[in-house]
């Protein structure tokens, strides 16, 4: 069987979520950072909702990996 035409557990798509959303966490740190030091109240503003996102994601991710045990 190829790789590819394997289903992915739950645990998988888990563990994937969580990347993403830890990646997502970072750029909003750094967007919500950098928004801070140029004055630029709209790119903090996105800063801070991609890091929403990315921890939103994050959670996600565990709650599959938890749910595939």
């Keep these: 069987m190829d790789e590819r035409d394997r289903k992915k557990t ?6 994937e979520d969580s990347i993403r959303g830890k990646a997502e966490h ?4 750094v967007k919500d950072s950098v928004g801070g030091l140029t004055g630029d109240s709209s790119m ?22 938890k749910l595939d045990r």
């Design 44 to 65: 903090q503003g996105e800063g801070k909702a991609d890091q929403l996102k990315g921890k939103l994601r994050d959670k996600l991710g565990k709650a599959e990996r």
């Design 26 to 29: 970072l750029k909003g740190r």
């Design 10 to 15: 739950l645990g998988e798509y888990g563990a």
